[in-house]
């Protein structure tokens, strides 16, 4: 399958999540939601909150079940094999911001996006590479304090101001308008946000693009252009020598950038 064909089978994927994500939400502000689960027992991310209650004490956290385990193992399966391409091509908050970071473009200049050409566009912003840099740990102290939580409370620790909830929830509390409004600012000015300093499931599936066979390979015929590190929404740099980074999110961006045939391929390794 060529780039261009993965590229938009991608595109397809991610936006049957977010369609999916808008009907859970739906779902739940219908007659009937106490007889189809809470709106979080559909989050891969609800395995991980309610993981050490559940082997402490035999009971998931309110508003959580035994779903949230099934679809978790499901994304770590995809993990398994390749590395953290949930977060590229199926989760749903991720789409939204993609779509998010090509609007604050527009909106900041960009009439016709040129791949592997650097933008005149003032949006999105990159921040300094030390600030860049430290922030990232953030997430991972994110998913530590989350998992320390779990074990006081009776809610899944990011009930009240996740963003996921915020997005697709329609069930509104004032905390949850003002982390939407966050997230929605946060994700024009600084692409993928969420997903380089925050998102503590992206933690949790970092470690598997060192694991994973699905991966993507650099020949000796990559000039090192530059072209892919432009295209990176994840904002890694020298993209042909860090292709095992934790933080790739295997969109294949820049498979589909390079310019050179046989530079960047993907592969699965024996």
Not at 59 to 86: D, Q
Not at 89 to 118: N, Y
Not at 181 to 200: D, G, M, N
Request: net charge positive.
């Amino acid at each position: 399958m060529s780039a261009s064909s993965l590229t938009k089978s991608r595109r397809a994927i991610q936006w049957v999540g977010v369609v999916g994500g808008f009907l859970i939400g739906l779902r739940h502000i219908m007659p009937g939601e106490s007889g189809g689960g809470a709106f979080d027992s559909f989050c891969p991310f609800g395995g991980i909150e309610t993981l050490l209650p559940y082997l402490t004490t035999g009971h998931t956290l309110k508003t959580t079940n035994l779903l949230n385990f099934s679809l978790l193992l499901g994304v770590l399966g995809v993990a398994l094999v390749t590395g953290r391409a949930f977060c590229g091509w199926m989760c749903p908050l991720g789409t939204v911001q993609d779509f998010l970071a090509a609007w604050g473009r527009r909106l900041s200049g960009e009439r016709h996006h040129i791949r592997g050409k650097t933008s005149k566009a003032r949006l999105p912003l990159r921040l300094p590479t030390l600030a860049d840099k430290y922030l990232r740990y953030a997430k991972y102290l994110i998913l530590l304090l989350i998992l320390a939580a779990s074990l006081y409370t009776v809610y899944p620790p990011l009930h009240e101001f996740c963003p996921v909830r915020a997005v697709f929830s329609f069930k509104m509390t004032p905390l949850l308008w003002s982390v939407l409004i966050a997230f929605l600012v946060t994700s024009i000015f600084v692409e993928r946000a969420w997903c380089k300093y925050l998102c503590p499931l992206g933690a949790a599936l970092a470690i598997f693009n060192k694991i994973s066979p699905v991966r993507l390979t650099s020949s000796n015929t990559c000039n090192n252009c530059g072209r892919c590190d432009i295209e990176c929404s994840m904002g890694i740099q020298d993209v042909p020598n860090n292709l095992t980074d934790t933080e790739c999110i295997r969109c294949l961006e820049c498979l589909d950038t390079c310019a050179r045939d046989g530079s960047l391929e993907l592969k699965v390794l024996k």
